[in-house]
């Protein structure tokens, strides 16, 4: 072909392309049916808005809404196809529970791991996963859970003690990272399975450079994701063009082999019960185990489906739960931590709560029994909405209902989103939002219950979070434990320190930021 001939033929294709560009731009301004919403007209006409804050100011679209809605009013389109709201009492409407339809958006699944629960667009599917996932999670197995739990809080305890009256810090990110990692693979999996971090002498911070990571790509692949599918079919390459690479394959590679052994080992068990009724020796969950491990009884369950256990699905559900499970927990702890730390008056009086209902301190009471302590449930409820982790709005679609708001009628099939962060720090809920004050749920009974309609930091309805009774668990006995215990203080750790500037859907300090050091001062009495 000859060299003109190819020129007229892009020329021809960039024409086209401009043609159908300005059209579409056109469409998105003038008729579409969200064109009558307030907003910048830029944000109308391209996803790039949202693309350039997210990727070339270093993810901070959430806060570039918060200031749109400033100017423009309680609802907002932010992209041709997307409209926010900032009201918070509209959000148990959007992010409603049972009987109503909410469908999740593509584009907000974690792409890379497209057959987890959360990535899960389907409306039934969804419903069906959560309930076998959901199982798991209950009140009550939680409870069942809590001599396992205890058990890795002595483990990361021990690392608190070996620093009594030394000179030496802990960062406790690093720490909680270790604890929930290890808690939770071993729910996963069985405790023979599953990670062992805290038993290392040192806390490693494997898990916190593995998440951490994850999420910093999370941003970049919600935009970009060929460039997973690049990274997957060329590893090799991509960890020599980006190291930080390897942290996420190491991620995904031990989480997906524990997956293969559970399933390894179902089989083993089934041909071996099957040629032998009474040999079950090689078991990964016995009728009697109280808290039977999550994916091995997911196998054995023979109410799911067959082709919900095959491993890519389960590789890929394992890998989001590990993910969900772990940081938003381990930096909850940390945040709370620093807020107890940095505010001497909260400190004080959570001592004293703690010394005067724990006299023996050798005797932490039962989960339970901590929930009924009212300032440590306060300092809990208040270090969730402070610490507000994630920042990430979540678009809901309602498919056959025509939401309103105010005098305003939003399509069916219209993503729909609001952000947690905002609703967490709204002055005329909260008041002096960006202080630590656990005493704002020190209210009766009546006031509590309205309050409390908007801590929200975990979404709420049919399409939440999961892991709530865990999380809850998780921070009433290693918080009443370590500072039952220890004498602890802040090291070398600012407000920056927990500071979250950037959205990588989990919030994110500034880079290199997220240390919240601690040094071991003394023990209780
Ligand atoms: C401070 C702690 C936590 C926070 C702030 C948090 C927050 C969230 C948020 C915002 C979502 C998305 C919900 C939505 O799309 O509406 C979510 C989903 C989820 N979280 Fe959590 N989470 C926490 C702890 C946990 C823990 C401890 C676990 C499990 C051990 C867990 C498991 C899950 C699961 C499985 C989902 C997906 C639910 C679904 O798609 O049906 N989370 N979490």
């Not at 020329?11 to 469409?27: E, H, P, Q, R």
């Not at 006409?45 to 200031?67: C, D, P, S």
């Not at 406790?172 to 290890?182: E, K, N, R, V, W």
Request: hydrophobic letters at 40%; one cysteine or more; glycine letters at 4%.
């Amino acid at each position: 072909m000859e060299l003109s001939m190819i020129g007229t033929i892009l020329l021809d294709l960039s024409l086209v392309g401009l043609v159908y560009a300005a059209a579409l731009i056109f469409y998105r301004l003038y008729l579409s049916p969200l064109a009558r919403f307030p907003g910048p007209r830029l944000a109308a006409a391209t996803g790039l808005y949202e693309v350039y804050y997210q990727l070339i100011k270093g993810g901070i679209f959430t806060w570039q809404i918060n200031r749109l809605h400033d100017q423009y009013g309680p609802i907002i389109r932010i992209k041709p196809d997307e409209l926010h709201i900032r009201d918070p009492d509209y959000y148990a409407t959007l992010y409603s529970g049972p009987g109503t339809h909410r469908n999740k958006e593509a584009g907000f699944s974690f792409i890379a791991f497209p057959q987890s629960i959360f990535s899960t667009e389907d409306h039934a599917l969804h419903r069906d996963r959560r309930r076998v996932l959901g199982q798991f999670f209950k009140k009550n197995a939680i409870l069942r859970l809590e001599p396992a739990i205890r058990a890795n809080i002595a483990l990361l305890e021990k690392h608190f003690a070996s620093l009594v009256d030394t000179q030496g810090c802990l960062e406790l990110h690093t720490a909680f990272q270790c604890f929930t990692s290890d808690t939770l693979s071993q729910y996963c999996f069985g405790r023979q399975q599953g990670f062992h971090y805290l038993e290392q002498p040192e806390l490693s911070p494997t898990w916190k450079l593995r998440i951490n990571w994850m999420f910093e790509f999370c941003r970049v692949n919600r935009h970009l994701p060929f460039l997973v599918v690049l990274a997957r079919r060329w590893p090799a390459m991509a960890q020599r063009f980006c190291p930080p690479f390897a942290y996420i394959l190491g991620m995904e590679q031990d989480v997906r082999s524990f997956v293969r052994h559970a399933i390894h080992q179902h089989k083993t068990q089934t041909s071996t019960v099957s040629a032998s009724k009474t040999d079950t020796t090689t078991t990964t969950t016995t009728p009697n185990d109280p808290t039977p491990p999550i994916y091995p009884s997911i196998l054995a369950d023979p109410s799911v489906p067959p082709g919900e256990k095959d491993s890519p699905r389960l590789e890929d559900d394992a890998i989001f739960l590990m993910m969900a499970g772990t940081d938003a927990p381990s930096q909850a702890l940390a945040i709370t931590m620093f807020h107890i730390l940095h505010n001497a008056e909260v400190h004080h009086r959570l001592k004293a709560e703690l010394l005067a209902h724990i006299p023996d301190m050798r005797c932490i009471p039962a989960l339970e029994s901590l929930e009924q302590l009212p300032f440590l449930s306060a300092t809990i409820k208040e270090g969730l909405r402070l610490s507000s982790i994630v920042t990430t709005r979540l678009p809901r679609i309602a498919p056959h209902e025509t939401l309103r708001y105010q005098h305003w009628e939003i399509p069916a099939g219209t993503p729909v989103s609001m952000s947690t962060y905002f609703i967490l720090r709204d002055p005329t809920i909260f008041p002096d939002p960006t202080s630590f004050r656990p005493d704002r749920w020190l209210l009766a009974e009546e006031d509590a219950l309205r309050l409390q309609r908007y801590l929200v930091p975990a979404s709420k309805g049919t399409l939440g979070c999961l892991g709530q009774n865990m999380n809850s668990a998780w921070m009433h006995l290693v918080l009443a434990t370590l500072f039952r215990r220890y004498e602890l203080a802040l090291h070398d750790t600012t407000a920056a320190n927990v500071e979250m500037t950037r959205d990588n859907f989990i919030g994110q300090t500034a880079v290199g930021a997220n240390n919240v050091r601690v040094r071991v001062v003394g023990v209780g009495n």
